[in-house]
């Protein structure tokens, strides 16, 4: 979900990969800075509990607070992806 910022790691812009649902997503997500340290359950919640994107609601199966929890790691600045990537993996 990091790419639906349109930043890379080094946070650099880029132009997402053309989707259905990007443009939605994205403006769910549009007041969302890298470096930006709180909690996101506002914009997360309208795509991790949509269906038609995961074929189910993650927070009805337990995994949205995680999700959440992995998000606030990925964009808390430059070469967090990386960082979070490698500790997870």
């Known amino acids: 979900m990091p790419l639906l910022l349109a ?3 080094n946070g650099e812009r880029f132009e997402p ?3 259905p649902l990007l443009e939605d997503s994205m403006a769910y ?3 969302i800075k890298l470096g930006d340290a709180r ?4 914009e997360l919640n ?3 509990s949509n269906s038609k994107i995961f074929g189910v609601d993650l927070y009805e199966v337990g995994m949205g607070k995680q999700i959440e929890s992995y998000f606030s790691e990925l964009v808390a600045g430059t070469g967090y992806i990386r960082k979070t990537l490698k500790k997870y993996l």
């Open 46 to 48: 309208p795509i991790l």
């Open 17 to 19: 990969s053309s989707d």
């Open 29 to 31: 997500l549009k007041n």
């Open 39 to 42: 909690d996101f359950h506002e």
């Open 7 to 9: 930043v890379d790691d």
